[in-house]
Nanobody, 114 residues
């Protein structure tokens, strides 16, 4: 079964860090472009980060550039999103997406609040 499962979300204080993971099954992440999206309440889903098949090139939207990084572990078939110096406006449901058959994860809640 082709599947993406996010983990690592939760509540974090402003200025803190959180690490999201996206684990794939049924295909190799190294064979696809992987993107992270987020959707805040009442807002449209937006792309936050994207990583190429090589895993060496990543793109980030301006609002997270310099704070978020992405990495891939081919041994565990997992893509991670390291979120540093988080802000209340980072609060959203975060989704992992692969262009392998247009596969979406179910999403995971990230809440930044004191």
């Amino acid at each position: 079964e082709v599947q993406l499962v996010e983990s690592g979300g939760g509540l974090v204080q402003p200025g803190g860090s959180l690490r999201l993971s996206c684990t794939a099954s049924g295909f190799a992440l190294s064979d696809s472009v992987v993107q992270w999206f987020r959707q805040a309440p009442g807002q449209e889903r937006e792309m936050v980060a994207a990583t190429t098949e090589s895993g060496f090139s990543s793109y980030f939207i301006d609002s997270v550039k310099g704070r978020f990084t992405a990495s891939r572990n081919d041994d565990t078939n997992t893509m991670s999103l390291q979120m540093n110096r988080v802000r209340p406006e980072d609060t959203a449901i975060y989704y992992c997406y692969s262009n392998w058959r247009g596969t979406w994860g179910r999403g995971i809640q990230v809440t930044v609040s004191s």
